[in-house]
């Protein structure tokens, strides 16, 4: 099944050694939103330190016309193999939160 829209866009958080978090929309605003929100509760509390006020760098590429897409190291892979498009790197900062107040 081929995707008919004009872009869909791929957005990966990648921590190394294969584990992270993905997200794919139409829209590439989106595709970082829910990627960025995904991997905050996915690996806030696996992460030493946790995540609040660090930045991550997200990598977004647009795989219009690949069904499956597998990604690695060295770049990423749709029907075809490497898939030889400009992959964009977004970086993103979670906000630190504030302290909670105790009575």
């Excluded at 590429?61 to 029907?79: A, E, K, P, R």
Aim: proline share 2%.
């Amino acid at each position: 099944m081929q995707h008919t829209a004009q872009t869909d866009y791929l957005a990966v958080i990648s921590t190394g050694c294969g584990i992270g978090s993905w997200a794919r929309d139409k829209d590439k605003a989106t595709a970082i939103s829910n990627v960025t929100r995904r991997f905050y509760y996915d690996w806030r509390t696996m992460i030493e330190g946790g995540l609040d006020g660090k930045e991550i760098v997200v990598e977004v590429i647009d795989v219009n016309g690949h069904d499956t897409v597998s990604w690695d190291s060295q770049g990423f892979y749709g029907n075809g193999g490497k898939i030889e498009r400009p992959i964009e790197q977004v970086k993103h900062a979670y906000p630190q939160k504030k302290a909670r107040r105790r009575h």
